[in-house]
């Protein structure tokens, strides 16, 4: 079924549009003429062979040879556009990464003249003009963030983040994150709680062996989606409010839950959540800070790891995030 | 007596504002915008602390560290990489070469950065 599905799903000449490029440059496309050049030409040659030109086997050769012509012109015409198209995704690579390290040190100035400016280590600012420049740093860090975002994304599609495999125990990472997080959280009014729960299934294992949430990844990945998780729950809460993070055994897996009491995500915005850059309606005005790239990032992560990642929410109640990563030598 | 801070970094502004802040808590600093000035400095003047950005003019930040340490007059001298590089091959690769610690800069408040060199200097 899912073969048949794929089949009907492909749609060539939307995905040559995608790829900006002509259907003649267009390698879906090219493969497609290829495919029919090859089954028609079949036809016609059993055709003609079986019926008046059947006691003339070289026009059947000469078919033969024509045929193999036009398929070798489509297989060059092939090949050189995918080059083109590798071509192009390397520049782009390449581009990303100029422009995301050229643009950090200009940031890192600018970042750096507003702290000693707002250290008052420059002298003293009068509060209009302070207020101001509090703005342009928080408007700095936004870049900057966003800038360490597109990197990671950019290490990501290059298969580059992540090479750093080894054993992690969960539970160190969840507390970590946990330290790092407290004093962010009480910065705004959120209280930061941890509870790590042994339900019926997880009883079967010995909960205090290392191995029980212990799981083969990249340290920095797994805390980077934990660390997003907890950010965002954080940074959703209007005014006063508080984030639960739970961690679970379920079976084989570790299982990550971070609830918090703040916006939720509007009904309209739950499909797209997960998409590079998209922010929810609701929080683009509470909260500037976010790239719109956190979830797509887990996501990715997540995934290749064989987990799962995904939300329950309720707009203007809260919303509860989960992780599951497979445990190892379970 | 006040100690002498190397600041390695080809970028004007940051130069400027860095050198505000850490004339501003006390040290002398001496600045050097390539890696060759780097290294003749070092081996003039023996900074007690350098503070290295890695991609510079010349030689860069990886050399510059090679051959500081490679010199027995100046291998004790504390290295603070300062960077936007940020690859964990560049990171691995600077403290073996010696360094002490490895701090992007887009990452830390200038503050931060301060109180890490003062850490090292205590």
Redesign the interface.
Known sequence: MSIIKKITNINIFAQCRSSRLSLWQCPSFLFIIMGLVNVIAMIGTYALTSTKYGDEPEIAAFIVVLVSLVLFIIGVLIVENFNKVVEANRLKSEFVSIVSHQLRSPISSINWTLDLILGKRLGEVNDKVLDYLKSAKISTKRMIALVNDILNVKHIEEGRFGDNIKSVNIREVVDKVFDDLKSFAAANNVELLLEENVNETSERYNKNSDHFFVIEADPEEIKMIIQNLVENGIKYIKNSGCVKIKLDRIESFAKITVEDNGVGVPEADRKYLFQKFFRASNVRSIQTEGTGLGLFIAKIIVEKLGGKIGFTSKEGEGSVFWVTLPIINH | MSKTILLVED?P??QK??G??LR?EGFIVKSAIDGEEAIRIIKTDKPDLVLLDLILPKKDGFEVLKEMKADTQTKDIPVIILT???G?QDIERALELGAMNYLV???Y???DIVKRIKDVLK
């Open positions: 970028e502004a940051l504002v860095a505000e802040i501003q936007n590089l940020e964990t800069k887009a990452n408040e200038l503050e």
